[in-house]
């Protein structure tokens, strides 16, 4: 047994240094940089806001980092935004919404549902929106390089983001991607949002870990099943009542060639929508002595969570490019 | 949503009542009852003990319920024995030897090498012997009410089965069976055959003392013989949400058909030294996890499935019949749908510390200019650090090892001193 074969072929944009000069330049810079590396992978601009024009029109509009910075205080405040479409039609929203410039809001229509508000420089609504982020993305230190890492397969189904400060995860680790669905029920597109913290981006079925249930702004993600949203929380085989029991030696078992890498399924304990909701393409747990951005042999996969060099944690582990040395601060 | 595929073809005795006339008439009938039908089943008699005469001779002495009836208090003591061999050439030691009428003693040797103690009427001995049960309740002590046992046999006689009930509580579950070694299990494993014991206690999925949980002797799990050891194995299964697997519910997402039944079910070690995943199991499911009824003899689909150990118990395969658990027991019929393990684990190491980047010319280090004494602050990811050779030891620091350089006779060497002044040489170049 050697390391996971990726089951989708990812594109990988790594090391997108935001040198840090204010929260708002970075989190224009940030937002612009997603949008572009989405765009460039097959995701259409549905419609976008500079601050001051705006419209669902398909005319992206964040030319620079300074359009994509107009934060809004709420969503009924003019604020820079941009739908894209994805290669499921579902529609990912994000937009400057927040209280303090290091806030914005991530969130998703699994239809495709988005139009411009009422204004068309407030943030765009979906009748099947999925918010999956509204507090801080670049935290709020005023100092220091922000640094993210985005990833898309090569259908434009998936997508993932995570943002590094000083060698820890900071902000969401967040995405909308296609799961291989488990469900008998109407689940199209079969695709989930998530957005984790960094304190709750590590492998483990205790409270806190990927193996837990939702919980907003912090952990898990959503789908929409059964024309309803549907919060959904993680799920793996699980041995000896641990979900940590060998992921920080090399089992003598398996001759010692590494940590077990187990596949990560999602679940619901919504109310009148339980069950198994699908098996997560290309996520495994890490191992759990790892320190965030370790790779594993030939580079092909890497280690993002909670693990720091002050403290190595299990994290989970992503598909990698083979070659990139990933930058953590 | 459909019915487990179940993997082996099982010959079930199902409700094999023993009218209580006393601990140790029940227990003779239960130990004979078993050999009896392992022997009828492809399992062949290596030699056995009426308590009077013991020889590893092949011949089956258990004649009658009352040779099977002499206990021993120890395994130095007279007593009934005997020992089957299964088609993995694996041994079965079955030995009425307990301190009391409801106890025996349930052992396996993987490798058949049981022989006779030196007192042939003792029990037998293996020098890899594993025993599943000793010391502790098999049939439970309450002197009344009869108890009701079922066992399992594969076509191939490698796997097998039983547990007994008394008054619709399971008391034990126990049996040697083939694994199904995981792909990941790369240490020789072989035969690839489990011993287990459970209490009825632990007969149970999640929890601390169910299934899922790690090996305890006499209690839950079972052994292996792996690397040249005996070792303890607990269970592994998929587990979501922090909270289980929905064993109440029937789960909407599925089409509302029945409650998850999860398997088969998988084991795996923490011994020290021999730690992995090991194998799944045959024909092991999760069952439904509450309910009216304690479940207890609960079947699903057409009697083709049977759950013991209660709510949140264990399923395995039945015959179709109508579950008999003793007295007070009711066999409800539960809804379920096979719900397949996840997709199997895979292994990696990651490199530590040298594939990341990480900026020393940021507040890692003190910017004192180069050529003056640098600290380091921890970072990680640091793939060199270039030390500039000191002309001199610095002068030893409170609370500080210092590492640094010098040339000495030409070679340039690191040395670290330590806060009492000593300087040690670490290597040169």
């Given amino acids: 047994m050697t390391l996971p074969v990726a089951q989708k072929i990812w594109t990988i944009s790594a090391n997108n240094r935001i040198t840090f000069v204010s929260l708002n330049d970075t989190m224009g810079q940030l937002l612009k940089g997603w949008a572009d590396f989405l765009l460039a992978h097959g995701y259409t601009c549905k419609g976008s806001s500079n601050g001051a024009a705006a419209a669902m029109d398909g005319v992206n509009r964040w030319a620079t980092a300074a359009n994509a910075a107009t934060r809004g205080a709420n969503t009924v405040t003019a604020n820079s935004w941009m739908v894209l479409t994805d290669g499921n039609s579902a529609n990912i929203c994000l937009s400057y919404v927040g209280a303090s410039d290091d806030i914005a809001r991530i969130a998703f229509s699994p239809a495709g549902s988005y139009v411009v508000a009422g204004t068309a420089t407030f943030t765009p609504t979906a009748t099947d929106e999925q918010v999956l982020w509204t507090v801080s993305v670049i935290g709020t230190t005023t100092s220091l390089d922000r640094i993210w890492f985005g990833w898309v397969d090569s259908t434009s189904k998936l997508c993932r983001f995570l943002i590094l400060r000083d060698s820890a995860l900071i902000g969401p680790v967040w995405g909308v991607e296609l799961v291989s669905s488990r469900v008998t029920v109407a689940f199209s597109p079969a695709i989930w949002g998530f957005a984790y913290n960094n304190a709750n981006f590590c492998w483990g079925s205790g409270a806190g870990a990927v193996l837990s249930d939702f919980a907003a702004n912090t952990r898990g993600g959503k789908t929409r099943i059964n024309s309803v949203s549907v919060n959904v929380g993680g799920g793996a085989e699980v041995f000896l009542n641990s979900a940590t029991g060998w992921q920080s030696i090399k089992p003598e078992l398996q001759k010692a060639i590494g940590a077990p890498m187990f596949p990560m399924s999602i679940g619901s304990a919504v109310a009148s929508n339980q069950g198994p909701v699908g098996d997560l393409f290309d996520w495994y747990s890490g191992q759990g002595t790892a320190i965030c951005g370790n790779t594993y042999p030939n580079m092909s996969w890497i280690e993002f969570g909670i693990g720091t060099q002050a403290s190595p944690g299990q994290g989970i582990a992503w598909p990698w490019d083979g070659s990139t040395i990933a930058q953590v601060a | ?429």
């Fill in chain 2, 1 to 429: 949503m459909a019915a487990p595929t179940i993997q082996k073809t099982w010959t079930i005795t199902a409700n094999n009542s023993i009218a209580f006339v006393s601990l140790n008439d029940t227990m003779g009938n239960y130990l004979k009852g078993m050999a009896d039908f392992l022997l009828a089943h492809g399992y062949t008699c290596k030699g056995s003990c009426d308590g009077v005469t013991g020889a590893m001779d092949g011949v089956n002495r258990w004649t009658t319920v009352l040779k099977a009836s002499v206990r021993g208090a120890t395994t130095s003591t007279a007593q009934s024995w005997m020992v089957v061999t299964d088609a993995n050439a694996c041994d079965i030691c079955l030995a009425y030897q307990g301190a009391s009428d409801d106890i025996a003693r349930f052992a396996f040797s993987p490798g058949g090498l049981y022989v006779v103690a030196g007192t042939t009427t003792f029990t037998p001995t293996a020098t890899d012997e594993a025993v599943i049960m000793t010391g502790v309740t098999v049939i439970n002590a309450t002197a009344s009410s009869d108890r009701v046992w079922a066992g399992w046999v594969d076509s191939a006689s490698k796997l097998c089965r039983f547990l007994i009930n008394r008054a619709a509580v399971t008391i034990t579950a126990w049996g040697v069976e083939l694994l199904n070694t995981r792909a990941s299990m790369t240490q020789t494993f072989s035969p690839a055959v489990w011993g287990f014991g459970f209490s009825g206690a632990n007969f149970f999925y999640t929890g601390a003392t169910a299934f899922l949980a790690n090996y305890s002797a006499n209690v839950r799990g079972g052994l292996i013989r792996v690397m040249g050891a005996n070792i303890g194995l607990g269970g592994g299964a998929p587990f979501f949400l922090s909270a289980g697997v929905w064993g109440n519910v029937q789960t909407e997402l599925q089409g509302s058909v029945g409650y998850p039944m999860w398997g088969p079910l998988s084991v795996g070690s923490s011994n020290a030294s021999r730690q992995g995943v090991v194998a799944d199991t045959y024909d092991w499911w999760s069952g439904r996890n509450g309910g009216a009824s304690s479940n207890v003899g609960d079947t699903y689909f057409t009697k083709t499935f049977v759950q013991f150990g209660g709510s949140d118990g264990l399923v395995w395969p039945w015959d179709g019949s109508t579950p008999n658990v003793g007295t007070g027991g009711a066999s409800a019929a539960q809804n379920g749908y096979a719900q397949a393990n996840s997709p199997a684990e895979s292994y990696g190491q990651p490199t530590s510390g040298n594939t990341m980047y990480v900026p020393l010319a940021r507040s890692a280090v003190t910017p004192t200019g180069p050529s003056a004494i640098k600290t380091l602050a921890r970072r990680p990811g640091i793939q060199v650090v270039r030390l500039q050779a000191l002309s001199a030891d610095p002068a030893a620091e409170s609370g500080k090892v210092l590492l640094y350089t010098r040339t000495i006779s030409g070679q340039q060497v690191l040395f670290c001193r330590l806060p009492d002044g000593t300087v040690y040489q670490v290597g040169a170049g």
